[in-house]
């Protein structure tokens, strides 16, 4: 096997105190212990109405706060830009007063969040952890910032309708990055979920009525069948019985030792390197940047002469596409843990080779067909222009059955810590299958994820 193409991670050795200073404000600082109790909450009482409903509350108000004060610091930087370009102010006087207002609109982002973090491990717990139904749910242009409008108004009114009702529980969509379909989701005891779309009589009308309703009827059939017509493409839900390895346990030790010392570093299988900074106790940043370097560095050589593409990625990114894999507020941790996770506390690195897992894939009988990985400088520029959807992620070929291996799936290997022998098995279990697929592409529904995320 030939690879055309290396990601390598080169660090300066401020890079990581760049990063606590850049997002570990006084802001996110006084509002961590909040964000701890607000989950302890959502777990501890998932059972509970008034919890719930006066939890949801809490949280919606304080995120119409912080989008407020958001809005007033931007408006802070307009001013200070126009009175920069009159001279009313030094350049020295607006970079530092800019930063500033920067920072503090970092911060408020950062808080906002984590908030959607709390809310969204509620709804995988009230969906039961189904991936496909959940991922499908947030397949949907990203939902702005909750203002209060006559809309939010309405939501409101009928949010509260449904839990005074003895048996129904409920979810503000807007407080949720996975809900982007109708304003409220209604949860029966019985396991009935009703998406449920609040008019406020006025601003949505005609064609856009008529989308919503098309879009909510679809999903409704693809729920309840199994099956969908989905841009062009029959889409399936395939349950699975996987047994999922992690490495989570490995991730608490090394999280339990940087709590200790600051930061560590563990090195799993041949494939996967994590490491770990407690801001708390970040010091002299050459002290853990020698660290690092120094520990594993025999593996790093070995993977570097073997031009293996190695890719890192920071957890915080992974709050960014949160649709393609599980919250970290259901991460099988406590809640001072999955808080200090969220929030930038600690700092987790993954290094991932994906040649080592290219490799394990080639021992288990399957074929590398095309993959982005090997393209070339020239070929990747000339990809430019075409949708990332046509781009192969990863092909993979094994006798008569050849698959597109999707990026979210990969990803579970460095935000969720898949083991390489449970993604093969994933694959494997397609192919048992047999060739006669009459569906285009499946969303797995891992039935053991109920066992797994708290």
């Known amino acids: 096997m030939k690879f055309t193409q290396r990601f390598s991670f ?56 912080n989008v407020r004060i958001i809005d007033n610091y931007k408006d802070n930087l307009i001013k200070l830009q126009n009175d920069k370009e009159g001279r009313l102010i030094s350049q020295e006087d607006y970079d530092s007063r800019s930063e500033f207002v920067k920072k503090r609109i970092n911060g408020l982002n950062i808080i906002n969040i984590s908030l959607r973090e709390v809310v969204d491990g509620i709804v995988w717990r009230y969906f039961k952890f189904n991936r496909p139904i959940l ?35 409920a979810i503000l969509n807007d407080i949720s990055n996975f809900l982007r379909v109708g304003d409220i989701t209604r949860i029966s005891e019985d396991g009935t979920i009703e998406l449920i779309e609040v008019k406020s009589g006025r601003g949505k009308r005609g064609r856009r009525i008529a989308r919503q309703k098309q879009r909510m009827n679809e999903l ?46 563990t090195l799993i299988g041949n494939h996967l390197i994590i490491e770990v900074i407690d801001s708390r106790k970040v010091g002299d940043p050459k002290t853990y940047e020698n660290y690092f370097q120094k520990k594993h560095e025999s593996v790093k050589e070995k993977w570097d002469r073997n031009g293996d593409i190695v890719i890192p990625n920071l957890f915080i990114h992974k709050l960014r596409y949160s649709r393609n ?6 991460f099988p941790y406590d809640a001072d843990i999955c808080t200090d996770i969220i929030m930038g506390r600690l700092m987790i690195l993954t290094i991932i080779n994906f040649s080592e897992i290219f490799r394990s894939f080639k021992k288990a009988g399957w ?23 046509n781009i192969p992620f990863l092909i993979i070929r094994k006798s008569d059955l050849t698959t597109n291996v999707p990026p979210g ?3 579970m290997l460095q935000f969720e810590l898949l083991s390489i022998k449970t993604f093969i ?7 048992s299958q047999g ?19 708290k």
Not at 25 to 37: G, S
Not at 146 to 163: H, K, V, W
Not at 378 to 387: A, H, Q, T, V
């Open 409 to 411: 799936i990969i990803g």
């Open 10 to 65: 080169g660090r300066t050795l401020d890079f990581r105190e760049k990063f606590f200073n850049g997002i570990w404000t006084p802001e996110v600082k006084y509002w961590r212990d909040v964000i701890e109790d607000y989950l302890f909450i959502s777990r501890k009482r998932i059972n509970n109405k008034l919890s719930m409903f006066k939890l949801q509350l809490n949280i919606l108000m304080d995120m119409i706060d």
């Open 325 to 330: 894999y599980i919250p970290y507020s259901i």
């Open 425 to 431: 098995d994933i694959f494997e279990e397609l192919f």
């Open 435 to 453: 060739p006669d697929i009459d569906y285009d592409a499946s969303f797995i529904n891992f039935s053991d994820d109920q066992r797994i995320w």
């Open 220 to 265: 409704v059939e693809f729920f309840n069948t199994g099956f969908s017509e989905y841009d062009g493409h029959t889409f399936k839900i395939n349950d699975s019985n996987i047994r999922k390895i992690h490495y989570f346990g490995d991730l608490l030790d090394s999280i339990k030792r940087a709590r200790n010392k600051g930061y560590d570093s």
């Open 367 to 389: 074929q590398i067909i095309d993959s982005v990985f090997f393209k070339s400088e020239d070929e990747l520029k000339e990809m430019n222009g075409r949708p990332v959807k």
């Open 135 to 169: 991922y499908m749910l947030a397949d949907k242009q990203e939902i702005g910032p909750p203002r209060p409008d006559a809309g939010l108004i309405e939501s409101l009114n009928q949010f509260t309708e449904i839990f005074l009702s003895p048996k129904d529980f």
